[in-house]
DNA sequence: ACAGGCTCCTGCAGGC
DNA sequence: TGCCTGCAGGAGCCTG
């Protein structure tokens, strides 16, 4: 299930991969999934612009489409230099989502929701059996981080500021992780492994936690992304990059998937619980 | 306004 | 061996 690391993996691996490349052509599936905005309206706007970028917003991947070298658009400097006539191409992979950029010829898998074909021959595809992952269309330059997540980016966040996120709210700590709206890109496997290394019990209110703690808590989750990231994210069912390749992250997982097995700290058995809805992972003895 | 629960969807694991 | 049930969860929506 694709998290933060995960997406910024697969967000790097596109922009590699495709920064420069056009886009010819839009074929999409006839389900009302995935899709945001109306398909139809996606294969009309897409064709002829040129991805210009592909960066990561919260656990949306976004695609800067500028104007391509041939349109009206691309030879007024005005419009150039506001961004007018910009668009974003967001994709968010939900659980099951993935984009995998391949030759033509290669089998099309089941699931397979959106096809861009590329002027250098390549097609980057978006399969997602589950159909939570979502597409959509935005209009203008930089509307995305506030469109599509408010939330604060969990690596960026200071002291004080990751501090205030919580104190008004009387939900549990792992809640108050996975709600976008505060930090965005956070999901169940980072919010669980950040508690345990915090030392935190995930049902804990989240205006209970001490300034210690909560500072505990962003560092723990700062060290958690990073070190994943570096990883290439974790690798649970089908999760893969754009170039195929699987993470490696989940190697070190303390808490996570690990219910019943010892603590790699302490040596007591980890513990499985439904907390928010998910399932939640942590250690009775090295979580208070 | 906020919190919690339900819903969507498919693949897979486990039980009988 | 095969079928069937239940579980996995991000986020939008509904309710209290």
Not at 120 to 130: A, I, K, T
Not at 178 to 201: H, T
Not at 227 to 242: E, L, N, Q, T
């Amino acid at each position: 299930m694709p998290e933060l690391p995960e997406v910024e993996t697969i967000a790097r691996g596109v922009d590699l991969l495709l920064r420069g490349d056009q886009i010819v052509h839009v074929r999409c599936s006839d389900k009302p999934e995935p899709f945001k905005t109306p398909p139809g309206e996606m294969a009309a706007a897409l064709p002829g612009r040129v991805i210009g970028s592909v960066h990561r917003v919260g656990k949306h991947i976004v695609f800067t489409l500028v104007a391509g070298p041939d349109s009206a658009a691309s030879h007024d400097v005005r419009r150039r230099e506001t961004g007018e006539g910009q668009v974003e191409w967001v994709v968010h992979l939900g659980m099951t989502g993935r984009l995998l950029v391949t030759a033509p010829e290669a089998p099309v898998p089941v699931h397979t929701h959106c096809i861009l074909s590329l002027a250098s021959g390549r097609e980057l595809r978006f399969v997602d059996p589950r159909r939570f992952g979502r597409l959509s269309l935005l209009h203008g330059a930089g509307t995305a981080p506030l469109f599509v997540s408010p939330g604060q980016e969990p690596l960026l966040a200071r002291p004080e500021e990751f501090r205030l996120l919580f104190h008004r709210h009387r939900t549990s700590i792992k809640a108050a992780l996975l709600n976008q709206k505060l930090l965005a890109g956070v999901g169940n496997i980072y919010a669980d492994e950040s508690l345990f290394r915090a030392g935190v019990r995930p049902r804990r209110a989240a205006c209970r936690l001490s300034r210690k703690e909560l500072e505990r808590l962003r560092q723990s989750l700062q060290q958690v992304l990073r070190r994943a990231i570096r990883m290439g994210g974790s690798s649970v069912s089908d999760y893969v990059d754009a170039t195929g390749e699987r993470g490696l992250f989940q190697i070190e997982h303390m808490v996570y998937g690990r219910t019943g097995k010892p603590c790699r700290v302490c040596g007591a058995p980890i513990r499985r619980i439904v907390v928010a809805g998910r399932g939640t992972h942590y250690c009775p003895h090295c979580q208070r």
